[in-house]
């Protein structure tokens, strides 16, 4: 007890001053210890002697703490990538940042190793193939891959890569290479990168001297016969199209030369046709018919493989023309003569004079033919076919001149310009081309049809094409403009047949399957008039050069001859 005692004394030092001035009064300093002698003397009141206890610091007291049985463990960092307001994920400015991030990271692991839960070590686990993947991508985003598949597939040959997968597509092959190169770049192989360019650039290189020893051509070579077709159809066009503008010219300069009124006449003349003649025309249906160039014989053929010849305008039976063995899809008489060629489905066409003789057979498609079409000089015979070609045919000797291809469908209508430079051929992809016969190319590509178009046709004029098909329109297009200039909701069924009035082209008539023919003002391609009379669907039609009668063939078997001449007499009956 003594010695605890001992122990909780405080000891007091000497040289501090003591706190007891007098016998009767003590002061205590709280802030410190004061001199009495910079305290000015002052008389005290009387106050009883009170004896304090001494100033002793409170201890605190010890508190029992046990020693730890492990270290805290320290949770790392979280690494959060950006993440943008449409949830997509934001790169940052560098990939030094990241790197710096997980080796970071990978640093504090390695001087602090603590024990983690296995939740938290897939979540860092996760985290860091992601931001490897990351990685990666950017990487492989900063390559230079071949956009040229071919190129693609071949550095994937060598850098021992299968150059194509299942279902495997362009970009996706792609893909995969960038992805493939940014893995050697990132494993350190920048060798075999390297060798794997090195050959492409000597692969290519070696290319250049291989194509200058052995040149292809990227046309087939025609024959001699073909050429000398061009060179005859070019001068027949420059003559003929010199023509037609000088005559255009002198129409719109010549103050005596009426236009409107000729339009007026020639429309009032279309819209009094009437049904003239009624006759049946086969035991078949029929299919096509023609008039000849001077409008006194008409042809038809019909589905019995049988055409024939009549006289007009009494519609009497000339002849009759036998030889194909399948059913007979056209007919057309030759714009210079009484010549006339048929196609057939026995792939086959054949020309014949007007007492029905058969003079020449053109065979070489490769399915049944569609429609046929004289060029303006006589000399030629285009043929469309289902084999998806046209053909061109010499009318003197019977050879193949050209064989054209362009029509991803089959071919159905062909129609020649009047001046004998073009040609516009129409099919079953709903597309209608414009080729030059002098030089083989196809200058033009009418799209606007979304069905089938079966009827084509060039107007005198030089620069309106028509063109009619499944659709039940009929549209004009404008050369000039290569473009639709006019839109026709011409029928309620598909429409078979379209052809302009051959001699000016003042008018333009369409046949279809709705049992009717329509007449059209080429002014502004509004109805003049409707010829109904057809019990089936109409397969197609002719005018007549001077544009006084037009012609009709249907299902129904009968020939119909619509004519304005009986109107006009009719009006001088009156007038007498």
Known sequence: MDAMDAEDEVPVSTSEPSTLVDDNSTVVNAIGVVNPQSVPAVIPPVVPTVILPPVVPAIAPRLAVPPPLAPLPVRPPVLRLPVAQNGEMQESD???????????????????????????????????????ELLMKRRAAALAVPTNDMAVRARLRRLGEPITLFGEREMERRDRLRMLMARLDAEG????????????????????????????????????????????????SLVKSALRLHRARRKRDDPDEDVDAEVDWALKQAGSLALDCSEIGDDRPLFGCSLSHDGKMLATCSLSGIAKIWSMPQVQKVSTLKGHTERATDIVFSPTSNYLATASADKTARLWNSEGSLLRTFEGHLDRLARIAFHPSGKYLGTASFDKTWRLWNVESGEELLLQEGHSRSVYGLSFHHDGSLVASCGLDALVRVWDLRTGRSILSLEGHVKPVLGVSFSPNGYHLASGGEDNTCRIWDLRQRRSSNIIPAHSNLISQVKFEPQEGYFLATASYDMTAKVWSSRDFKPVKTLSGHEAKIMSLDVAADGQFITTVSYDRTIKLWSSKNIEKEEKMDMD
């Open 189 to 236: 192989q920048l060798e075999k990168l390297m060798k794997a360019h090195e050959d492409e650039e000597a692969a290519a290189s070696a290319a250049p001297a291989e194509e200058e020893d052995i040149q292809y051509p990227f046309y087939t070579e025609g024959s001699k016969a073909l050429l000398d077709a061009r060179v005859e159809i070019a001068k027949y």
């Open 94 to 132: 560098s990939d030094s940042d990241l790197e710096e991030m997980v080796s970071g990271r990978g640093a504090a692991g390695s001087t602090q190793e603590y024990e983690i839960s296995e939740e938290s070590r897939i979540v860092r686990e996760r985290q860091e193939k992601a931001l490897q």
